[in-house]
């Protein structure tokens, strides 16, 4: 069974950064983000491949956000610049027992509880 624990959200103003973290207990593969807005459906960012460190990234994002991971430490991470009003959201760190990017919720069977990410105009 694998924990994962995110840290690193907050209020931001637009235009600003937040690094989020993600740190797992147990063996992880590839590993992503994800996002859920008020009434609105869990949605992809971002992933990374657990041996080559290939990423994928939502259009949404792509250029402004970076996946990251220190498997030595067994922590992920997601650089967000350029942060936007529709930015905002619940951000779900995920894991996958697959080795190769994986971009939809079924293809994960961990999740962490969520860290909010709020940013204003």
């Known amino acids: 069974q694998v924990q994962l624990v995110e840290s690193g959200g907050g209020l931001v103003q637009a235009g600003g950064s937040l690094r989020l973290s993600c740190v797992a207990s147990?063996?992880?593969?590839?590993m992503g983000w994800f996002r859920q807005a008020p009434g609105k459906e869990r949605e992809f960012v971002a992933a990374i491949s657990w041996r080559d460190g290939y990423t994928h990234y939502s259009d949404s994002v792509k250029g402004r956000f970076t996946i990251t991971r220190d498997n030595a430490k067994n922590t992920l991470y997601l650089q967000m610049n350029s942060l936007k009003p529709e930015d905002t959201a619940v951000y779900y760190c995920?894991?996958?027992?697959?080795?190769?990017?994986?971009?939809?919720?079924?293809?994960?069977?961990?999740w962490g509880q969520g860290t909010q990410v709020t940013v204003s105009s």
């Open positions: 147990g063996r992880t593969f590839a």
């Open positions: 995920t894991a996958s027992n697959r080795w190769v990017v994986v971009t939809t919720p079924p293809e994960y069977s961990y």
